[in-house]
């Protein structure tokens, strides 16, 4: 992954944390599940990005499953 790409996800990161707040972690599950069941794995793997992104973003003391 290049550096442009980690730094737009933490910039999506930091929008949707902003965004959704402690549902946070449900709104990207949901996005996942659609891509998965689209079978969009470009799109899937973006998602998995973002989801660590938020997953640092916030800090270790709080887990995205």
């Given at each position: 992954?290049?550096?442009?790409?980690?730094?737009?996800?933490?910039?999506?990161a930091?929008?949707?944390?902003?965004?959704?707040?402690?549902?946070?972690?449900?709104?990207l599950?949901?996005?996942?599940?659609?891509?998965?069941?689209?079978?969009?794995?470009?799109?899937?793997?973006?998602?998995?990005?973002?989801?660590?992104?938020?997953?640092?973003?916030?800090?270790?003391?709080?887990?995205?499953?």
């Amino acid at each position: 992954m290049e550096s442009d790409d980690e730094a737009r996800a933490f910039l999506i990161a930091r929008d949707l944390i902003a965004q959704h707040g402690e549902s946070v972690a449900d709104f990207l599950q949901n996005k996942i599940d659609s891509f998965t069941e689209a079978g969009d794995y470009q799109q899937l793997s973006a998602w998995f990005v973002i989801r660590n992104a938020v997953t640092l973003s916030l800090g270790s003391n709080r887990k995205l499953h």
